[in-house]
């Protein structure tokens, strides 16, 4: 099999990505041909108007300049302050808190492309894989997991833009000191120029909801003014990610350096020119599948298992399994030893292989990678969800 998972992001026609003036929520704005000036929110229904600017045309790899330029452009206008709480409609379906605090939740995420160029297979595997790893391993309620993916009859659960983002905010609504919520996300990632001057390498990360072709893509800055800035103290968050270019999604301000070696430094991602990203007193964690600058991989050709999975869901699920109450330090380290022993294995087999895959660095292997919203001890603080 071998999918990749970065996306070519061709489009039909362009589509301007704007916010709505009310809510904050993103509007998917209609070309300036033959369409009215004004979209209506699907959240709260209010009206913006929107001002369309012509674009130079021109070439782009994968994707038009026109596309790349209004995405981007759109990226850059202030927003509103997020949806209050009280605001958010929250689909009848979707669990409900547990009274009390110290309660799991988590919300799982596997996105198909079905039908599409983009297809992909296994990201409905890896949020089956993940369920039973939070029920079984960690002791989180069945009930208190909400998944997204194309397999769903429930149209509030199939994974749209709208859908996501609706179920992000779900997952941090009302959350209390105690709490430990789970964010996983099998997919589409890409990167898109940054406008902001808040990113340290120049470009935002991206990932793609099932319908990002017509409603667009959500940037890492949504993500982190979602799930990551609404953290009260004592709420901790984990997000799995398992796509392209997902090093820093979340935005959190540290990003962990870790040599073959095992040493390790803290990373200070944050600009002195852009917003605060950390949360409100609460802890984030992102454990991605690769850097900002590499591709994340399906584990075809490694994995144990007969079904499809992505390479970093199953690396992370094995060195969970292997080593119960691992480190962060241990269970990073284990990973990327899993997918580089894994994706190496056409090269040089057996332990010849395994020790120039360790002694030779190679730019074409996936690496997970650990963020966080505030530093640590990676071999000393224990993983626990």
Not at 61 to 75: D, F, K, M
Not at 83 to 96: E, F, K, N, S, T
Not at 210 to 227: A, P, T
Request: with cysteine; glycine share 10%; net charge neutral.
């Amino acid at each position: 099999m071998g999918n990749t998972r970065p996306v070519g992001m061709a489009s039909g026609k362009a589509v301007a990505t704007s916010w709505c003036s009310h809510c904050g929520m993103g509007l998917a704005a209609p070309p300036p041909p033959g369409s009215g000036p004004s979209v209506r929110c699907a959240f709260c229904h209010g009206v913006t108007r929107i001002e369309h600017h012509q674009q130079q045309r021109g070439g782009a790899v994968g994707e038009s300049a026109t596309t790349t330029r209004t995405l981007a452009a759109a990226a850059s206008l202030p927003r509103p302050p997020p949806v209050p709480a009280g605001l958010i409609d929250i689909p009848a379906g979707y669990p409900r808190r547990v009274s009390g605090g110290g309660s799991k939740r988590a919300l799982l995420v596997g996105v198909s492309y079905t039908g599409t160029k983009h297809e992909l297979r296994g990201t409905v595997n890896d949020v089956k894989e993940m369920r039973s790893l939070l029920c079984d391993r960690f002791g989180f309620p069945s009930a208190c997991i909400l998944e997204l993916t194309e397999k769903e009859s429930d149209p509030t659960r199939v994974p749209t833009r709208e859908n996501l983002l609706r179920a992000m905010r779900w997952l941090v609504e009302d959350s209390r000191s105690g709490d430990s919520l789970v964010f996983h996300f099998s997919g589409h990632g890409v990167q898109k120029l940054d406008m902001n001057d808040d990113e340290v390498d120049g470009y935002n990360e991206a990932l793609c909801p099932m319908d990002f072709e017509r409603s667009g893509k959500i940037l890492d800055d949504e993500i982190n003014e979602i799930i990551v800035r609404p953290l009260g103290k004592g709420v901790k968050l984990h997000a799995i990610v398992d796509t392209c270019h997902s090093g820093t999604i979340l935005d959190l301000p540290y990003l962990c350096r870790m040599s073959r070696t095992g040493y390790w430094q803290w990373e200070n991602h944050s600009r002195p020119s852009g917003m605060p990203k950390r949360p409100n007193g609460g802890l984030a964690i992102s454990i991605s599948g690769c850097s900002d600058d590499q591709k994340s991989a399906d584990a075809s050709g490694f994995s144990d298992e007969s079904s499809s999975i992505g390479a970093m869901t199953d690396s992370f699920i094995k060195a969970v399994e292997a080593e119960p109450g691992t480190t962060y330090g241990r269970l990073l380290s284990a990973m990327r030893t899993r997918i580089r022993d894994g994706q190496g294995s056409r090269r040089l087999p057996g332990r010849l292989g395994s020790f120039v895959r360790w002694m030779i660095p190679s730019s074409g292997v996936q690496e997970p990678q650990l963020c966080s919203s505030e530093m640590f001890d990676i071999y000393r603080k224990p993983f626990l969800l």
